[in-house]
Nanobody, 121 residues
Framework: QVQFVESGGGLVQPGGSLRLSCAAS????????MAWYRQAPEKQRELVAL???????DYADSVKGRFTISRDDAKNTVYLQMNSLKPEDTAVYYC???????????????WGQGTQVTVSQ
């Protein structure tokens, strides 16, 4: 059984930085993509950053130039480096991996538990 554990959230002042991590445990047969989403209170969950398995990335317009998604294959971990944070970045951040767990399975989405990021004075 594969699980994904997030860490790195917290309280930071405007202009500050945080790095989120999402580590996978268990067997992964194939990866299609890894992504970070966020959900602010009373808002829909939105895509923040996406990395396809072959390395291309996409970002929401609101975070371009400030956030960077990256991965460490040896650690089975995806990161989200967040710089120049703004109060409007406050949300619960979730990682999502689209994977196959073995060669008989189909591609499916797996979510982390979420980590709170609060940007405030």
């Amino acid at each position: 059984q594969v699980q994904f554990v997030e860490s790195g959230g917290g309280l930071v002042q405007p202009g500050g930085s945080l790095r989120l991590s999402c580590a996978a445990s268990g067997t992964i047969y194939r990866i299609r993509s890894m992504a970070w989403y966020r959900q602010a209170p009373e808002k829909q969950r939105e895509l923040v950053a996406l990395m396809h398995n072959f390395g291309t990335t996409d970002y929401a317009d609101s975070v371009k130039g400030r956030f960077t998604i990256s991965r460490d294959d040896a650690k089975n971990t995806v990161y989200l480096q967040m710089n120049s944070l703004k109060p409007e970045d406050t949300a619960v951040y979730y990682c999502k991996w689209t994977i196959m767990t073995d060669k008989w399975s189909t591609m499916a989405d797996y979510w982390g538990q979420g980590t709170q990021v609060t940007v405030s004075q």
